[in-house]
């Protein structure tokens, strides 16, 4: 008897994922992938090959599943990879409590709908939709994958089916960048070539209003730049002998905001531009003494254009706004100068990359002393998470280094996500066109091809496309390489896996208006599957 290959069954698969609260970092999201094991095992050809079924731990603690059915016709191998994490529910509001049980968060929306917005009633009206945390992004596009192991397992692929599923996408990768090793591991242990790496991330739209269906040859990348500003401290009585952080860390986020200079277009896909993600001074507890430690970071996606690129761009910011803000200063204390009669500071603010303020501290403490420091730090404050161990490891050489200020320090904190695209790779894109054809002919759908999926995604990790000396700006100033994160350089060089993307339609993915098109995910997009599937083996 089949179990997942039909709408109802797969409906039914869906809800029983959505209902285990896997927000990232949880112990649901431990759980869930102990299910998703135990569900696996009940088919029958894992019964018999119970070795090629595993459930992985990462370093962390927490854990993701392979699954391999081999049709014992081929060493060719598609891999497909999803995840089972999903963002917090925070934003459900009035409705939190049923952000995790779709069926009645569905009715209760059903009931409700001439209360919602215009446009989830106009969907509401055309289609059967399951509202929930995760049945978008992407419980719908893992239960499909599940459903296609299971033809696999039932002898319809000609080549092999290798599923892996992981945790932490919605924050660091940790999953699947623990995953690269197994991935490795299996081409020597099964003789595996694997011909493309297939995600079934959920179409996301590209503007609001968006109705297109996309299918994606690639990934968008992601960096993660951030300006440690390390001023003068003084009295706020007395503002003008000192420098606020505060005011520093302003006016770069100001400068880098929105930032267009930093986009970047392909063939009509553009980058969004850089926006901020965090800003503040690192004071724990109010004093009249100005904050004079502050941090910014932003987002910044990528494409093609080099790190190094980036890492210039970004540095001469700094030095231009070192110089504004320098000049702002001055033009402030001789505004003020009309009451109060003295000698303004001449405000020499340095910039330095992460790298050269710790040769400084090396030069000036000794090696040995700031790598305790920093094995100190990073053992004693890991609880902080990524982002703020990273500003405390920099604002600690800066504190050591206070005679070189005041400065602003560039660095860069985890995660990174490289971009990815086969839109050059032959074989991809005559695949791609394929369903494109298919879609249409078959199933009367329309879907477009895009380079770049823009949602980021696990397919950062399947293979390296900018050489590893382009790197070297980045990892060279990121204080957490090779201390807390660690980076599978070598490990992708040898993947070297094609991509592509297609997977289910939903709405509103991080909303609490998250929802699947039930019609057309567990429908015509169920038959087009397999579909790309059998054309990637080939």
Known sequence: MRKWQDKDSLKELLYQLVEFPSITGSDAEIGISEFIYMKLSELNYFKEKPEDLQIHPTSD?????????????????????????VVDIEDYGEWKNLAFRPKELTQEFLAIKHELPDVIQDDLEQAEWIFGRGAMDMKAGLTLQMSMIEKASLGEFDGNILLLTVPDEEANSTGMLEAVEVLLELTETQNLHYKACLNSEPVFTRYPGDTNQYVYTGSIGKLLPG??????????????????????????????????????????EVTPPPTNLMQKDMKEEYSVQIPHVAVTMFNLMTMERSVSDFNDKLLEIARNIATRIEQQLLYRATAFNQWEQFNPILHQIQVFTYDELLEKAILHYGEAEIIRRQAYISTNFKDL??????????????????????????????????????????????????????????????????????????????SLTQPVDGLIPLFRNMPLYQIGYQFPLDELQQLDIPVMNLGPLGRDAHKWTERLNVDYSFGPFHQMLPAAIGKLLK
């Open 227 to 268: 300006y440690l500003c390390y001023g003068m401290e003084t009295h706020v009585g007395e503002p003008f002998s000192g420098l606020n952080a505060n005011y520093m860390v302003s006016e770069l986020t100001r400068e880098l905001e929105l930032n267009t200079d930093f986009c970047e277009s392909i063939d009509g």
């Open 61 to 85: 603690g927490r854990k993701f599943v392979t699954a391999l059915v081999q049709s014992g016709k081929s060493n060719e191998t598609v891999i497909l990879i999803s995840h089972f994490d």
């Open 385 to 462: 998470g990524d982002r703020d161990l990273s500003t405390r490891l920099v604002s600690d050489l800066a504190s050591l280094c206070k005679d070189e200020g005041p400065m602003i320090v560039l660095f860069y904190s985890p995660p990174f996500y490289p971009a990815v695209s086969s839109r050059k790779n032959e074989f991809i894109q005559t695949v791609v066109n394929e369903m494109i054809e298919h879609a249409k002919t078959e199933h009367n759908v329309t879907l477009k091809k895009q380079h770049y999926f823009a949602g980021l995604s696990d397919l950062s990790f399947t």
